[in-house]
């Protein structure tokens, strides 16, 4: 089993830029795809970005993609969301997540809850008009 805890959450205007980090521990953390959702009040659980296991591979909801930018620094066993031109609608609850599998493909297949294992506890990102 690995760990997650991200951070670097917080209040944000509207155009601005946030990155949240997701730092692991555990398992063998480079040979998981690690992922980011987020779930806004009421909401369901949504996917974000993910990023294979290697940084070979990077996938992105479309809600997001030009935006945000993940990326893994494994020699830190961290993972990263850049997040830039923030909106209202990107508020929600930020968690990070391991793949259930070693190696992964990262693909428009990962972009479900099924694919992840383990998960974090969470990063609140507000963005005010």
């Given at each position: ?16 830029s946030l ?5 692991a ?9 690690i ?33 945000f ?48 294992g ?12």
């Amino acid at each position: 089993q690995v760990q997650l805890v991200e951070s670097g959450g917080g209040l944000v205007q509207a155009g601005g830029s946030l990155r949240l980090s997701c730092a692991a521990s555990g398992r063998t953390f480079s040979n998981y795809a690690i992922g980011w959702f987020r779930q806004a009040p009421g909401k369901e659980r949504e996917f974000v970005a993910a990023i294979s296991w290697g940084s070979g591979s990077t996938y992105y909801a479309d809600s997001v993609k030009g935006r945000f930018t993940i990326s893994r620094d494994n020699a830190k066993n961290t993972v990263y969301l850049k997040m830039n031109s923030l909106k209202p609608e990107d508020t929600a609850v930020y968690y990070c997540a391991a793949s259930s599998q070693p190696y992964q493909p990262v693909n428009k297949n990962i972009a479900t809850r099924a694919k992840f294992g383990s998960w974090g506890q969470g990063t609140q990102v507000t963005v005010s008009s």
